[in-house]
């Protein structure tokens, strides 16, 4: 919302980055974990394609490396990813990527996709 001249207030249409809000949120709480939940179990490389392949375990280089090389899709994993690599660059340990159907699994560190700090 804004003011007006007026002083009435007027609201505004405007996106929020929800990982990325988290991301930083955890960075000012100084959490060690971050769970970011998509609709997707994992996260994978060439999704939705014949040579689709599930990460599980990932270090922070790699999947820098791979997002640099455009192997995840703009506006759908893409953000997830930098948020992760946000958090991570900025306090975190782990970030754990998947599904809200595998979030008691995850916590468990049993499913999901799990980046970890270099």
Same mark, same amino acid.
């Given at each position: 919302?804004?003011?007006?001249?007026? *002083?009435?207030?007027?609201?505004?249409?405007?996106?929020?980055?929800?990982?990325?809000?988290?991301?930083?949120?955890?960075?000012?709480?100084? /959490?060690?974990?971050?769970?970011?939940?998509?609709?997707?179990?994992? !996260?994978?490389?060439?999704?939705?394609?014949?040579?689709?392949?599930?990460?599980?375990?990932? %270090?922070? %280089?790699?999947?820098?490396?791979?997002?640099?090389?455009?192997?995840?899709?703009?506006? %759908?994993?893409?953000?997830?990813?930098? /948020?992760?690599?946000?958090?991570? $660059?900025?306090? *975190?340990?782990?970030? !754990?990527?998947?599904?809200?159907?595998?979030?008691?699994?995850?916590?468990?560190?049993?499913?999901?996709?799990?980046?970890? $700090?270099?």
């Amino acid at each position: 919302a804004y003011n007006l001249d007026n *002083g009435t207030l007027e609201g505004l249409d405007g996106v929020i980055d929800k990982d990325m809000t988290a991301a930083l949120l955890g960075r000012i709480i100084k /959490a060690q974990e971050l769970f970011i939940i998509t609709d997707v179990d994992n !996260i994978y490389l060439n999704f939705k394609t014949d040579s689709q392949e599930v990460i599980y375990d990932v %270090s922070a %280089s790699d999947i820098e490396s791979w997002l640099k090389d455009g192997h995840f899709w703009r506006g %759908s994993m893409e953000p997830k990813i930098q /948020a992760a690599l946000y958090f991570l $660059k900025h306090h *975190g340990n782990e970030v !754990i990527v998947t599904s809200i159907n595998n979030i008691e699994q995850a916590i468990q560190k049993q499913a999901g996709t799990r980046i970890l $700090k270099d």
